[in-house]
Every structure is written in C-alpha cells, then in structure tokens.
T-cell receptor, first 116, second 114 residues
Framework: EAQVTQNPRYLITVTGKKLTVTCSQN?????MSWYRQDPGLGLRQIYY???????DKGDVPEGYKVSRKEKRNFPLILESPSPNQTSLYFC???????????????FGSGTRLTVV | AQSVTQLDSHVSVSEGTPVLLRCNYS??????LFWYVQHPNKGLQLLLK??????LVKGINGFEAEFKKSETSFHLTKPSAHMSDAAEYFC????????????FGAGTRLFVKA
C-alpha cells in the first residue's frame, strides 16, 4: 500500500530533551515536507526537501532540523524542544514531475507532540 | 509572495443542499491550487488539484472547484451535501516551478445538519 509512515503517533517529552520524529514513504516521491498544525492557524510548513540532500526552510523552521540522506526518509529533529513546539505534526510526500510542479501531497497520519 | 484566504471559518448546511467553501489566493507565479479535507482525528486527504489544465477541476466524493484567475479565487463546491462531508477543508497554494513552498489556508469547518 502506498503510504507515508510517521512514528511515533503520540509523544510526551520534557523541555530540552532531544527527539526525532521519523517519516518514511514508499512511493519513490522526490518531494517531502513537514508541517505543524495548530488550532486556528491551519498547517504551517516547517521544512521541505526537493530531493536527496536538498532541503529548504518553510515558514516556521526555528527550533527544528531535518535531513534527507535517503529518498524515502525525512526525519524531523528537535534538538532542544520547548513547550511552544507542542503541536500536531504531519509529514507529506509528493511526486515532483518536470518543472518543479507540485502534484499534491500524500500525508502521514500525524504525530501529536506534547512538550512539558 | 503567496497567501491564501479562506473566507469562512465555519459553514453550516443541511444534508442534500449545495456546499460552497470560498478561497482566494495570491501568488507571484503561476500557482498550483489544491483542496484537502481532514476528518476529525485523521490525516489530510487530497480532494482535488489545479495545475494549469482545465479550469474546472473535479475531485473525489462529488466535489469540484473552479480556478478563476481574474478573481484570484478557487472556490470548492458540491451539489448535494452528505453527512459524511462534515470535516475541515483546507485551500492550499503552491507556486509552480518555484520549489515546494506551500501555503495552507486557515481552514473551513463544514457542518452538515440532518
């Protein structure tokens, strides 16, 4: 089944303790992206990647890191989590096609992160 | 610069009546436009997309949207609402050929009354 898999689904952690949320897709998609969803704000893009070793900042990159060493994986790293990073996080991937067009994302099921 | 405005935070309709969810966008380049749906406690699902082909786009579950460049709008419609359509809907813009920076609207919550 074609899918984007995120782990964990739920995570409660303490301020300052480094964590990684994994994301993997099995569709050979070039593009991957991380979003956070907060009430009343919709989804905001954290980072995106157009291919292996190519990443760029979205609208809210502060406090996050990403890497794209393999095409299928795009982990999100919080080096020193803070309470304002409590949110629902989504990973997404997409076929890129020619010209850098976005053909629409397939989303993972989400990771609900609570930082206390 | 890109931006998306969903004109209604909440829309309430009766089952069997038409649905209209409004979206205006701003984009410096030729945009790709999307509608996604999110059911409670679920991930997001792509409803439909506009990527420079026909301006009237048909999606899943009977939804469609029309790209109107002169009005910078991409409104989502459905002729007859079903109870299962109750969800949150997001309008999204992405600049074609401009990488993968995408902007989501704040969302419109659709309520369907029996």
């Amino acid at each position: 089944e074609a899918q984007v898999t995120q782990n964990p689904r739920y995570l409660i952690t303490v301020t300052g303790k480094k964590l990684t949320v994994t994301c993997s897709q099995n569709m050979n998609h070039e593009y991957m992206s991380w979003y956070r969803q907060d009430p009343g704000l919709g989804l905001r893009q954290i980072y995106y990647s157009m291919n292996v070793e190519v990443t760029d900042k979205g609208d809210v990159p502060e406090g996050y890191k990403v890497s794209r060493k393999e095409k299928r994986n795009f982990p999100l790293i919080l080096e020193s989590p803070s309470p304002n990073q409590t949110s629902l996080y989504f990973c997404a991937s997409s076929f890129g096609g020619q010209g850098g067009n976005n053909y629409g994302y397939t989303f993972g099921s989400g990771t609900r992160l609570t930082v206390v | 610069a890109q931006s998306v405005t969903q004109l209604d935070s909440h829309v309430s309709v009766s089952e069997g009546t038409p649905v209209l969810l409004r979206c205006n966008y701003s984009s410096s380049y030729s945009p790709s436009l999307f509608w996604y749906v999110q059911h409670p406690n679920k991930g997001l699902q792509l409803l439909l997309k506009y990527t420079s082909a026909a301006t009237l786009v048909k999606g899943i579950n009977g939804f469609e949207a029309e790209f109107k460049k002169s009005e910078t709008s991409f409104h989502l419609t459905k002729p007859s609402a079903h109870m299962s359509d109750a969800a949150e809907y997001f309008c999204v813009v992405s600049d074609r050929g401009g990488g993968f920076k995408t902007i989501f609207g704040a969302g419109t919550r659709l309520f369907v009354k029996a």
